[in-house]
């Protein structure tokens, strides 16, 4: 790698996204191709989520991608949170449409107009679904899988027949999404709800995770939306209760995207490239032949009978026996960030062994041909733990708790921008005026990421006023 991640993490994540083959550039401004690599930890995410909402009982569903105008005008907050982002189709077969149609944001507005008319009774309630599907926010700035103007996401939608069970959805989901974040990626993040300023355009309340990545920002890893009976009341969602009254239903909403790609390359990667998480790695393991292993047929033989072993063991593995140098070969499965490399030569087969290195790992360790099949998937599992108590690590490394004022806020950047190190995440008062939060991020950069559940600490008084503070915020600037 070239470019090191202290010196300009941005290029160093451009530079490694690049060169492992996980995405290119589209025709299109702000679009990306996601390459088989990347596409694939997709498909493992989608997996896991997809086993988790089957046991909630939620089921897929899909809806169209093209959203009428009037349907956004129905929840007045929400156009206004997502009119600056709306792509719009305009004609269709060469004739202006009569309504203009948008590229879907999210699908409040189509899941609303189609729940008003599935749901009649208390007996159809609840009702939940999740879409896997693409959206499209025509975003400014962009950076590929965690800001681009069209990304691949989850969004489940769920009416129940009160605040109670619906606010019950909400905090499951995102319960649901810290567990298979950490649990599958090894991310480690911050459970909390979103300021006023921050929350889902028409949402009651708005709660999120938030990861940190190596060089201290946040990322969003997801987001769970109580929304009441503000949808309900524009889409008309109103069922028959039991006291046979017609009442409004209470809806939520909740989502996860790509951008837990981009995070976890953010949080687990290195000078030398991308470091996977065996969990989501497309190639858990490499296989290698070493040596002069072209005048030994045998050794590209035995390699054979360990991958079918392997892969009878359900483990993802790959045979490279391509004429690159052994060298080459090592650099490319560093940079692509395959949790193990298995080395096997002549002098190897003479010790009835192979040589194993792992990618989070210095050193290579000698392992018993009669032992590598119960090694490989113990060694896999040892490794998943190991990077998130790595990113928990550099998490609380560079977790900042002291700070109490607003000079000492930008102390501590100015302070760290000259040590070349990150100002990371600051634990804050805040007062609960919005006035306050705008300035904090006028005069620093940085935003409110949620008021976390369980603080390490909790703040008396606000960061910027000094005035008792009604909230215990996490700031940090963020992608």
Known sequence: MSTLQKEDFSAWYIQTI????????????????????SYEIWEHIQEEFNARFKEEGIRNAYFPMLIPESFFTKEKDHIEGFSPELPWVTEAAGEKLEERLALRPTSETMIGTAFSDWINSYRDLPMEINQWANVFRWEKKTLPFLRTSEFLWQEGHTAHTDEE?????????????????????????????????????????TFSVEAMMKDGKAV????????????????????????????????????????LIGALIMVHGDDQGLVLPPKVASKQVVLMPVGPWKK????????????????????????????NSPGFKFNEWELKGVPMRIEFGPRDMENNQVMVKMRDLSDKVAVSLDDIATFVPKALADMQVRLLETARENRKANEYTNIDTLD??????????????????????????????????????????????????????????GKPAKHTVWLARAY
């Not at 690049?18 to 690599?37: N, T």
């Not at 045998?298 to 079918?308: F, H, K, N, P």
């Not at 904090?440 to 976390?452: A, H, L, Q, V």
């Open 18 to 37: 690049k060169q492992a083959d996980l995405m290119d550039y589209s025709p299109v401004r702000g679009c990306i191709i996601f390459k088989p690599d």
């Open 165 to 205: 069970d619906a606010r019950k959805r909400t905090m499951r989901m995102l319960q649901v999404y810290k567990e298979v974040i950490e649990e599958l990626l090894a991310v480690p993040v911050y459970e909390g709800q979103k300021t006023p300023s921050e929350r889902f355009a028409g949402a009651v309340d």
């Open 220 to 259: 969003q890893a997801g987001t769970s939306h109580y929304m009441g009976t503000k949808f309900a009341e524009a889409f008309d969602i109103k069922y028959l209760n039991r006291d046979n009254e017609h009442v409004y239903a209470h809806t939520t909403s909740w989502g996860v995207s790509t951008r």
């Open 296 to 323: 030994k047929p045998e050794i590209v033989e035995r390699l054979e009978v360990l991958q079918s072993e392997l892969k009878s063991a359900g483990i993802r593995v790959h045979l490279d026996d391509s004429d």
């Open 408 to 465: 000492e806020l930008k102390a501590h950047i100015e302070a760290k921008k000259a040590e070349g190190e990150i100002p990371g995440f600051v634990l804050a008062g805040w007062d609960g005026e919005l006035e306050t939060e705008a300035r904090i991020k006028e005069e620093t950069g940085f935003t409110t990421r949620n008021i976390p559940f369980n603080p390490p600490v909790e703040k008396t008084t606000c960061i910027v006023s």
